[in-house]
């Protein structure tokens, strides 16, 4: 079974910038649809970012401009570059994949999605 393990969660200052990355261990190459969320306490979790199984991506309208979703080339590690972070970015950061072959769009709807990550803390100060 695929497992997800995100790192590269931080603290930073408004305006700067963090990586993260999300490793899919025993990823076959399957053209998963695979995205990042982020949750805070009491509410619920919300998409950031998407990539399709075909490289296709898309982004929350408040973080479009600011961060970048990724995959290397052998796609079995998840990337979302975060540049001029905000303090409302601050969140648990999470990575989540759907495990079908060849998915051609992704949804942003968190319940499509079956393999999660444990999550990794963004914390930006103002």
Known sequence: EVQLVESGGGSV????SLTLSCAAFEYTGGGYCMGWFRQVPEKEREGVALISGIGFSSYAASVKGRFAISKDKDKSTLNLQMNNLKPEDTAMYFCAARSAYDCYSASWE?????LWGQGTQVTVSS
Do not use: I, L, N, R
């Open 13 to 16: 200052q408004a305006g700067g």
């Open 110 to 114: 968190s319940t499509w999605y079956d």
